[in-house]
């Protein structure tokens, strides 16, 4: 008998959460892994882990009507991969870079305190990519200057320790950005995950030099590249 979850009949339909098999939809990534031929799963190894952290939790959080703008963004991600931790701390600094200047006060401290330890953690590096993330940082904290001034206090207070970020570090400020985003007094918050996810995406595509156009979202690029 065909195994289903390693060769669907059937193209998903995008919906929240994780699925024992594509007749019961599919989330963003467990999409990916049917488009790069892989078991069905919500962590196939096509695609960055931290980029795909991001996908799910925007997959979950967007409603059924933003969530249909996500799927020409899938084909983007199948073969994004790097074991360099600068991306991890790239797309952190991408996610709170979005959530700073919507999300209510207690989120908008704890994002500016991932920021202030990416800062920590990029250091004087000169590369492009720690430059971009550094500018990205920078503006963000511009954006919300009471949320800043907390988090050198309350960094200060606890002890700078060493000038790193984990991998876990850089998710979690990941989760607190979407959820941030997702619960803010704003009247476009799908619009605001969506192209935090496409930035994302084409973040990650120049990162590993795999940017031959960048990556949008429906209503951001022509419809060719929707799923045929």
Known sequence: MRDATLHPDLVPILSPG???SPRRGACFMEFASYLAGERWTDHPKCTHGTLAHLARLVNDRTTDAGRTRLTPLIPSVIGVTSDDPRLDLLLAVRAAHAALPVAAEERQRS????LRAALAAIGDRDDAFSANAR???????????????????FIDEVGRGRPRTSVKQCRDVITGAVDGIATAVVPDRDERLVALLAAAVSDALEFTGRNAEPAHAVGERPAARVLQ
């Not at 990205?136 to 050198?152: F, G, T, V, Y």
């Open 18 to 20: 994780r699925h024992r």
């Open 111 to 114: 994002q500016a305190v991932g």
């Open 135 to 153: 500018e990205l940082a920078e503006s963000a904290l511009r954006s919300a200057p009471a949320a800043d001034a907390w988090a050198i206090r």
